[in-house]
């Protein structure tokens, strides 16, 4: 049987314990990580969230206490009192290397089965056995680690916001559903027969209400949820740093975040950034980035040669000119003895998975040259192609056509990522902060035949472009504004239309009648009519913040506990049946279609 604390009170973590403690009597607690039993000697490693620290056994202990030390494992939970002494043997792989306790008292808390992996950080199984575990995972310093940054950088996030007149403030966790953004997570109403809530996707409409309620400033730490398919970075539920300002636009909005991340970087990195950032408009980040999220720690920017191939006769190129695409390329300088053939074919490949329908090539070697398009072009061409692109002997040039841009931009875009990964061409430890503005305000979707909106209903076209809003909403610009971090967004905002007026045509030119805007955003289109002040707002996302600050792969490394890629949790096996009279009680039948036989 366990025993009890029994009076016995944790007096520090372990590496709270330096050489300055050394005589002092201390009590503390935490996991096995380690055993050395020497027989008239025993050394014991400590694990609490703070790190490492050494228990020692020897001849001078009580046989008591030195029998209870022989019978300990790895991940028992203990409590150790005892003095604080200088090690014989200094480990300076710790940051408690210099010191050790001599144990006086020892109390075996828990006992523990042998885990299923082993709880270090050097630890080499499959993510997947880690998350079935997770409350082990978490146990590893590694993790440790990231969920105590997590909470440094929302400490930092109230403190500063809280210093800038912002006030914390609630919205609803059960909300009506709305369209024009990812697809809803439903809850059923017990008490509202065949009614739903929505959880939010984002505190949107409620932010913006509480502007026209005179809380000039709000902030959240808000739980946001969508039913969309997950990544490295996404995941159904996460987390923003949501805030909105009144009466203020765009340059509020910036250099008060701006403020944020230097401060953020600063407390919690030690790491000193510049403000102001640059600021790129989506049409150059798209044109030399092929991303509206472009990383610019490398090169390996896009180039147009669709001028210089406008009379080819080439057709792959020349039909996707004519077919209001483009033909794009990226110079790798240097790129030839580390792209081979059979690299470049792993290239193609991978541009296919963005509907890419391949990717030409031209090795500059020192040895000769091999092209897989140059011999159906003129030599002018060839030329023009090279000249533009500064090509010299050692580059490897890729190129992409399409007749839509888009699947040029995504291709290339993703590709010039993929080779600075491959390619070593990124830094470790660098931050790259930068804005994208003057988005699209709309994005035309094949699927729905309308004009949707790129950022939200909500948001406010740029001065210059609002008699375009209906005539012509394919040029009509946004004040809309993403913060990209190493080639990753990392918040978004924009402007909101605050003229009633405004807001109709808005949803007019969103294929909306009116009655269709009532009925969805009623109480918000209200509300306008009682005054609501200019206001624009923006959002992080936690989650992915600390991922990138904290370098890591993935957000699931800096969440507790993330979801999967088919959003199920292992460790809870999440989602799952739910009994009958639940279902009764919410007035729902389920009928599973079996899937048809093969």
């Known amino acids: 049987m366990a025993e009890t604390m029994n009076g016995l009170k944790r007096t520090n973590y372990c590496t709270e314990l330096t050489i300055d403690n050394i005589g002092k009597e201390v009590v503390v607690a935490g996991w096995v990580q380690k055993i050395r039993n020497l027989g008239n000697l025993i050394f014991v490693d400590l694990r609490d969230r703070s790190g490492i620290l050494q228990l020692a056994f020897d001849d001078a202990t009580a046989r008591e206490v030195f029998g209870k030390a022989e019978t300990l494992r790895g991940e028992y939970v203990i409590m150790a009192k005892g003095v604080v002494r200088k090690r014989e043997a200094v480990n300076n792989d710790i940051k408690t290397g210099q010191i050790e306790i001599f144990v006086a008292e020892l109390r075996i808390l828990g006992k523990a089965q042998t885990p299923p992996f082993e709880i270090t950080d050097t630890t080499n199984v499959k993510e997947e056995l880690r998350l079935k575990y997770r409350y082990l995972d978490l146990r590893r310093s590694e993790m440790q680690h990231a969920i105590q940054m997590r909470h440094k950088i929302v400490k930092v996030a109230r403190d500063y916001y809280d210093e800038h007149d912002f006030l914390e403030i609630e919205t609803p966790i059960l909300i009506k559903s709305t369209p024009e953004g990812a697809r809803d997570y439903l809850v059923p109403s017990r008490v509202h027969e065949g009614k739903f809530y929505a959880l939010p996707q984002s505190p949107q409409l409620y932010k913006q209400l509480l502007m026209l309620s005179g809380f000039d400033r709000y902030l959240q730490i808000a739980r946001c949820f ?45 790491v000193e950034i510049e ?64 792209l081979s053939r059979k690299e470049i074919d792993k290239l193609t490949d991978f541009v296919k998975t963005y509907k890419a329908k391949g990717l030409a090539y031209t090795r500059l070697t020192e040895d000769g040259e091999t092209s897989s398009f140059e011999k159906f072009l003129t030599e002018g061409e060839k030329s023009a192609i090279r000249e533009k692109l500064g090509a010299e002997k050692g580059d490897v040039l890729l190129v992409v056509a399409d007749s839509n841009n888009n699947v040029v931009y995504d291709s290339l875009g993703a590709l010039r990522c993929e080779l600075a990964d491959r390619l070593g061409l990124i830094q470790k430890g660098t931050f790259d902060l930068l804005w994208v503005t003057d988005f699209p305000l709309f994005e035309y979707s094949e699927e729905e035949n309308r004009y949707m909106a790129k950022h939200h209903p909500f948001t406010m076209p740029k001065v210059e472009d609002v008699d375009m809003v209906e005539k012509d909403p394919a040029h009509c610009l946004a004040r809309a504004y993403d913060m990209v971090m190493n080639g990753c967004e990392i918040g978004g905002g924009s402007v909101r239309i605050n003229d009633p007026e405004l807001q109709e045509r808005m949803f007019k030119a969103l294929g909306f009648t009116m009655e269709d805007a009532k009925e969805k955003f009623g109480f918000l289109i209200d509300a306008y009519k009682y005054g609501a002040p200019p206001h624009s707002g923006m959002a992080f996302g936690l989650d992915r913040l600390v991922m990138l600050m904290l370098e890591k792969d993935s957000i699931r490394d800096v969440i507790a506990f993330p979801k999967v890629q088919n959003a199920s949790e292992l460790m809870s096996q999440c989602p799952n049946t739910v009994e009958d009279k639940s279902l009764r009680e919410l007035h729902i039948k389920i009928d599973v279609q079996a899937e048809p036989e093969a």
């Open 275 to 338: 403000t102001p950032f640059r600021r790129i408009p989506y049409s150059e980040a798209m044109n030399r980035y092929g991303s509206d999220k472009p990383d610019t720690r490398f090169g390996l920017e896009l180039v147009d040669l669709s001028d210089v191939l406008a009379k080819t006769e080439f057709k792959v190129f020349s039909g996707a000119i004519s077919g209001g695409g483009s033909v794009r390329a990226i110079n790798v300088k240097d790129g030839a003895h580390q």
């Open 226 to 270: 969508r039913d969309e398919d997950l990544r490295a970075d996404r995941q159904p539920e996460f987390t923003q740093i949501d805030l909105e300002m009144s009466f203020a636009d765009e340059e509020d909005i910036m250099s008060t975040n701006e403020g944020f991340m230097k401060r953020v970087m600063q407390e919690v990195l030690g």
